[in-house]
T-cell receptor
Framework: DGGITQSPKYLFRKEGQNVTLSCEQN?????MYWYRQDPGQGLRLIYY???????QKGDIAEGYSVSREKKESFPLTVTSAQKNPTAFYLC????????????FGPGTRLTVL | DAKTTQPNSMESNEEEPVHLPCNHS???????IHWYRQLPSQGPEYVIH???SNVNNRMASLAIAEDRKSSTLILHRATLRDAAVYYC??????????????FGAGTRLFVKA
């Protein structure tokens, strides 16, 4: 079954703790993205990666870190430096080419208590 | 980065056509126009995209103004399942941002039975 897996769907953490969100894809896509969505708002780009071992900051990268050691995986770590981490986090992929569509995972809803 | 402007919300009756507008007056020559939609608590899904010419697919039609400063997503017969937030975005594939994508707040479509 091809697609993008994000786990877990719901995640709770205490304030001050780092947490890593998983994103795995078997679509063989080169580019991967992480977005954050707050209630009633659009998506904001955190980080993106066009190729293995390379990634770029998006518009709101502060307090987040990523790695891209494998084509299939693009984990996002929400660090204690992120002031308002409670949000809906979406991972996406895109195959090669200029205008190709993005495919989104089901998302992880992170709540920091 | 070029931005898009969409109405916050629109309402439609079931089985009637819906025209969702999007303004992108600062669009560059290499920006593709993409539309996505997002159901509650899910990741966005691709609807359609275009560059200069009007486009049709099984989900919708995309009408692009001759000057490319605006576009309209057309749902030919709205159903209750079409109730979602619709995002009009520009894909900057020629600038330093590479495959960077910016999502706005989108248009929330309400469909009445």
């Amino acid at each position: 079954d091809g697609g993008i897996t994000q786990s877990p769907k719901y995640l709770f953490r205490k304030e001050g703790q780092n947490v890593t969100l998983s994103c795995e894809q078997n679509l063989n896509h080169d580019a991967m993205y992480w977005y954050r969505q707050d209630p009633g708002q659009g998506l904001r780009l955190i980080y993106y990666s066009q190729i293995v071992n390379d990634f770029q900051k998006g518009d709101i990268a502060e307090g987040y870190s990523v790695s891209r050691e494998k084509k299939e995986s693009f984990p996002l770590t929400v660090t204690s430096a992120q002031k308002n981490p409670t949000a809906f986090y979406l991972c996406a992929t895109q195959s090669g080419g200029q205008a190709n569509e993005q495919f989104f995972g089901p998302g992880t809803r992170l709540t920091v208590l | 980065d070029a931005k898009t402007t969409q109405p916050n919300s629109m309402e439609s009756n079931e089985e009637e056509p819906v025209h969702l507008p999007c303004n992108h007056s600062t669009i560059s020559g290499t920006d593709y126009i993409h539309w996505y939609r997002q159901l509650p608590s899910q990741g966005p899904e691709y609807v359609i995209h275009g560059l200069t010419s009007n486009v049709n697919n099984r989900m919708a039609s995309l009408a692009i103004a001759e000057d490319r400063k605006s576009s309209t997503l057309i749902l030919h017969r709205a159903t209750l399942r079409d109730a979602a937030v619709y995002y009009c975005i520009l894909r900057d594939v020629a600038g330093t941002g590479g495959f960077k994508t910016i999502f706005g707040a989108g248009t929330r479509l309400f469909v009445k039975a």
